[in-house]
């Protein structure tokens, strides 16, 4: 099945500042998610973004499909940004909406 | 719209019981997956309905069960609760097969 990897694994920023964060896919999906975990466990939708750039606010996200990754880009962060991002991928071939999650990147930021 | 709503949102059980959790997804929208969090393995999935009939199961044992009714609302089951089967259990719905999923707030099950 499909291997999710995110990097970094934890991530420290002080207010203000940018972020890359990283998702590859071991196999090709034909939908991929991010997400933002809040402090109470919901995944709260960021982006569906099986290819292309997206922008949305501060966060903005780009898929390269054909080299199965995805990247998502925090700007000027803020503290309330601060929580676990997930990447999700699924693979529609085999007639399934499982979507496959990545370990997560923790991201606390600092005042 | 109102989003997906997960019933009830926090339970505690004692190993042996029974539990069953319900899952109301987006109006008009017809596919519900199930996934289960815990701090040891991470998201996984559990298991996908879509018009009443369960179209992919994950690796997880028989006392894991579902349905899904007409409505499109789902319920999931658990039978002879372990210990184990604590977790953060997570409802996502979708309109069709590949669109965007949108999940619940979760029911955090305590299982003592």
């Known amino acids: 099945g499909i291997q999710v990897e995110q990097s970094p694994p934890d991530l420290i920023l002080q207010e203000g500042a940018n972020s890359t964060l990283r998702c590859n896919f071991s196999?090709?999906?034909?939908?991929l998610q991010w997400f933002h975990q809040n402090p109470w466990g919901q995944l709260i939708n960021l982006f569906y973004?099986?290819?292309g750039t997206k922008q949305n606010g501060r966060l903005s996200a780009t898929t390269v499909a054909t080299e199965r990754y995805s990247l998502l880009y925090i700007s000027s962060s803020q503290t309330t940004d601060s929580g676990v991002y997930f990447c999700?991928?699924?693979?529609?071939?085999?007639?399934?909406?499982?979507?496959?999650f990545g370990t997560g990147t923790l991201l606390a930021v600092q005042p | 719209k109102a989003g997906v709503t997960q019933t009830p949102r926090y339970l505690i059980k004692t190993r042996g019981q029974q539990v069953t959790l319900s899952c109301s997804p987006i109006?008009?929208?017809?596919?519900v997956s199930w996934y289960q969090q815990t701090p040891g393995q991470g998201l996984q999935f559990l298991f996908e309905?879509?018009?009443?009939?369960?179209?992919n199961k994950g690796n997880f044992p028989g006392r894991f069960s579902g349905r899904q009714f007409s409505n499109s609302r789902s319920e999931m089951n658990v039978s002879t609760l372990e210990l184990g089967d604590s977790a953060l259990y997570l409802c996502?719905?979708?309109?069709?097969?590949?669109?965007?999923?949108?999940f619940g707030p979760g029911t955090r099950l305590t299982v003592l």
């Open positions: 996502a719905s979708s309109l069709v097969k590949g669109n965007e999923q949108f």
């Open positions: 196999d090709s999906v034909n939908n």
């Open positions: 999700a991928g699924a693979n529609y071939g085999g007639a399934t909406n499982k979507l496959i």
């Open positions: 973004i099986p290819s």
């Open positions: 109006s008009g929208h017809r596919s």
């Open positions: 309905y879509f018009s009443e009939t369960q179209r």
